[in-house]
Every structure is written in C-alpha cells, then in structure tokens.
C-alpha cells in the first residue's frame, strides 16, 4: 500500500473539494457526479457495475442507451473540460481497494449509493435476499470501518429511504429521523428523550436501510463520523441539466417489473400504449421527488456539513406525496391511457395517509420541482423516443412478497427455486 501526502486545501474554501461517490453509475448516482464535477468539485465514483450485471440477469435494459462508463466519463470532458475518475470494485468486499483509496485521496465528502435498492429484486427468492442484505450493510459497514481506519475526517452523505418509517404515521407528519418521547420514570417523573423513529420496513431492501440507520448511529457515537442520512422518496425523471447536455451522458431509464419505479413506469406505459399496472386499489401514498432535486439536495447536503460531534442527521428527501391510483388518473387524463387494477404482488397496505416533514432541505436552499405536466411531456417524450428498446415481456411485476399456499411454500423449501418468475435460478 502508498500513501502519498495530501494536497493543502487553502484556507476559506468550502466545505468540500474532493467527493468520492460510491454507486456512481447508478440511477442517482450519474446525474449526481455530473452535478458535482460541473459545480467545480474534483469527483470520483466508485462503482463494480452490479447494476448492469443484474440487467443481464433479468434479461432486460435501461430503456434509454447508457453507455460504458469509459464513454460517458470521456463524453463528460468533451464536454465540460473536466474529469471523472473512476474506480472499478465492490465496496462490500473489498476492504482494501477502499481504504488505500480514502488514505490516498483524502475525501472531504463520501457519497453512498452503493446498495442493491429495487425492493422487488429483494423479495424474488431466498438468494435475492440473502445477496441485498450481505451487498447493502456489507458497503455501509465497509465504508464506515474502512474511514475509522483511515483517520480521513470525510463527510458521509448516504442515500437511505423514506420506506424505513412504513408509510403511515400516529395522526402526526413523519419527523426527520428522530421522534420526541415522554417516558415514565421509575419515580414518577416525565422524561423526555429523541429516539430513531420507529422502523417499520416493506421488504428486505428496506430492512437493510433500517440497518444501516443503527450502523450510522453507532459509529457516529464511537468514532465522532459525521453522516448526513438522506431518507429519499421514489425518484422519477430521467434527466438532469447535464446529462441532457450529450447523447452519451444519458440517464438510465428502468422500466421493468423489479427496478422501473411506478411514476417512471407509468409514463413509460402510456408512451407505449400500454395500461397502467395499478397495484390493487392504487390507495397507497407514497413520497416523490424528482431527479434533478435529488442531485440538487445532495450537493446542500455537501454543502452543509454537520460539526464534529454532531448526531447523525436525517433529512427527509421528497418533495411531494401521492397516492398512486391519483398518479394513474393524472396520467390517464393527459394520455388517454387505460389504467389496469391488477393484483398486488406485494405485502403491503392497501390504502395509506402520508404526511412528511421536509424542512430540513427547504430551509437549506431546496425549491422543490413538483409534479407538473412539462415534467411529465419529458419523461414521456424520453420514453417514446427510446420505445422500441422497450421488450413489453419485462412490464409485469412478477417477483412475489409471500408465496401464495402453504403446500407451495414445502415444496419451495425442499426444493429452494420458487419462483413465479421464469428467468430466476438458484445461483
Ligand atoms: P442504482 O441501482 O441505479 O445505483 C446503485 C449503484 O451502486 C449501481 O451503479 C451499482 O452498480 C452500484 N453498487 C451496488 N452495490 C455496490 C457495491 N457493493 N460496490 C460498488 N458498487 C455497488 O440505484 P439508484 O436508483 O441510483 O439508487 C441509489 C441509492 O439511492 C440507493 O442506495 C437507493 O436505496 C437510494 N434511493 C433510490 C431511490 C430511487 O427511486 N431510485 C429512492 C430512494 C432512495
Ligand atoms: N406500484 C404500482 N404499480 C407498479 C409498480 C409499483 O402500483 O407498476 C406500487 C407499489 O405496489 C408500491 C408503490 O407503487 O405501493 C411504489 O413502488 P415503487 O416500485 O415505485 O417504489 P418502492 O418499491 O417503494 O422503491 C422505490 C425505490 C427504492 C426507494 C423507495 C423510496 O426503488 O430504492 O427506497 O422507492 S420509498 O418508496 O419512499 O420507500
């Protein structure tokens, strides 16, 4: 291992010159490279391409063409005259590329990306999930020890999920992170304590990131690691200012039935012609944001970073609440698509409220973009442009929360395969 000295940052810069950002090939993590390289940082992404390896495991495709990374970073400096570097191996596994890396650069912010995050991938058989929770709180803990060894004072700003609440709440908007306790003590009194908001998570992907909260918190209490947790809601879009700036920087689009998010994969439907798949009654409310301020409300996060000592903190990182059969309405009105009420793959409510606190960003700059009929013509426009690249046999949700009949559930068990799902092999 060589360490070199790091550079001296001259006195009154901000926050961060040097980000690293883990998982940044990603959805998120592209745009958000972009963003920071074009907004002057020096960034290197860490990624192994599990994401594309798991398309070629599913048999399907970003509906829009990325490119290989060795194009879309030489793209990048044709076009903003600035460089990318990249680092090519798995943050879960390999300790010692990471912390060579983190001695030898010297981060001032660490972005992490770099998790398994579709939850119905999570759920499609025993190996699935056994692969999420071994990758997700392998590259947390990885992350966190790898820093304590390293002595680097880098800002740690994770991408965690609105999904670790559950989606419903006592009556009261979803607080950032912490909820406020009066306890009885043992003589009588009232104390009063913060504690983690109580976890509630809908599959094991988001089981994992109630994971990585604890993970957070306890090495923040141990080794003063300052961690900013950005608990986002569903992301849609597909492009930001800069990957719009060049065919070859384009944001990955999924579609399909285990990572196609359901506002993308509405509007990709209704730019096919093909009904919108409704998940039951449609009656649960979910968290949105859109792309462009999820790069926007890491670059804040960055920005501001918390003092030494400071617990962790959590901001709630969504603009809006919807409820998905709304969304299928919306849509349908604009398009004339024919929205399908089909059965629900997953275990989760029917019909929920949701109310969130998102002050926390707003306060720090955010002016969210909500949903509005611009936004939606740029998705669909994206989606029509690419839709012959679309293959309709990957639309269905097939990958199940709970096997549907005890018998099934023996024979699965003696045989360790089941599945609904064709293209899923024991591996
Ligand atoms: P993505 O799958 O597109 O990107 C994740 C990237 O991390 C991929 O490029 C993948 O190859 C990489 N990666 C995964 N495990 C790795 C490992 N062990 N080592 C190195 N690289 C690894 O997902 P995304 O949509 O960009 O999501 C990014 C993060 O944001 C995730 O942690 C996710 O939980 C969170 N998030 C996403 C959404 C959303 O709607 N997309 C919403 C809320 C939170
Ligand atoms: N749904 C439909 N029809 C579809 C697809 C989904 O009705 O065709 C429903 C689902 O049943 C669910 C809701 O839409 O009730 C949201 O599903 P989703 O696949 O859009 O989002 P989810 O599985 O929750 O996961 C996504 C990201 C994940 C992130 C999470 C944020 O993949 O990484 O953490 O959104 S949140 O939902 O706030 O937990």
């Known amino acids: 291992m060589h360490h070199t000295t790091p ?18 090939d990603g959805f998120c993590g592209w745009p958000t490279a972009l963003h920071l390289s074009a907004a002057g940082y020096e960034v290197a992404i860490v990624d192994n391409l599990s994401r594309r390896k798991i398309d070629v495991e599913l048999e399907v495709d970003s509906l829009t063409p990325i490119r290989p990374m060795s194009e879309r970073l ?5 076009v903003s005259g600035r460089r990318i570097v990249f680092h090519r191996f798995d943050v879960a596994r390999n300790y010692q590329r990471l912390l060579d890396l983190l001695v030898d650069w010297r981060p001032e912010a660490i972005v992490h990306f770099a998790e398994q995050r579709a939850a119905p991938y999570s759920m499609k058989s025993a190996w699935h999930k056994r692969y999420t929770m071994d990758n997700n709180l392998g590259a947390t803990n990885t992350l966190l020890a790898a820093l304590v060894e390293s002595g680097v004072d880098a800002h740690i700003v994770h991408l965690g999920t609105m999904g670790v609440y559950g989606y419903g709440s006592a009556g009261m908007k979803i607080p950032e992170g912490y909820l406020t306790v009066h306890v009885e003590t043992d003589d009588g009194d009232m104390a009063r304590d913060e504690i983690l908001y109580p976890v509630n998570p809908g599959s094991v992907y988001h089981l994992t990131k109630t994971q990585d909260q604890l993970a957070f918190a306890f090495y923040n209490k141990n080794d003063g690691i300052r961690i900013t947790d950005l608990h986002q809601g569903i992301v849609w879009g597909t492009q930001t200012e800069e990957t719009r700036l060049d065919e070859r920087l384009i944001n990955r689009f999924d579609y399909d039935g285990d990572y196609g998010t359901v506002l993308n994969r509405f509007l990709m439907q209704a730019a096919i012609g ?55 309405t919306r849509i349908a009105a604009q398009t004339g698509a024919a929205i399908d009420h089909v059965q629900n793959p997953r275990v989760e409510a029917a019909e929920n409220d949701l109310h969130v606190a998102n002050d926390a960003l707003i306060a720090l700059g955010l002016k969210p973009t909500t949903l509005a009929t611009g936004l939606f013509t740029e998705v669909t426009e994206i989606a029509a442009r690419y839709a012959h690249r679309c293959d309709k046999r990957r639309i269905a949700c097939r990958s199940q929360w709970r096997r549907t009949g005890h018998a099934e559930v023996t024979m699965s068990t003696a045989r360790n395969t089941a599945t609904t799902d064709p293209l899923i092999q024991p591996i």
């Open 7 to 24: 550079a001296r940052r001259p006195a009154g810069r901000r926050a961060a010159e040097r980000v690293l950002i883990l998982g940044g």
């Open 74 to 78: 030489a793209a990048w400096e044709a």
């Open 274 to 328: 093909h009904p919108l798949t409704v998940h039951g009654t449609g009656g649960q409310t979910r968290a949105f944001i859109h792309i462009q301020d999820t790069v926007r409300c890491v670059a804040l996060a960055i920005g501001n970073p918390p003092a030494t000592g400071e617990r962790v903190r959590i901001y709630n990182q969504m603009t809006e609440t919807h409820r998905i059969r709304d969304l299928a």
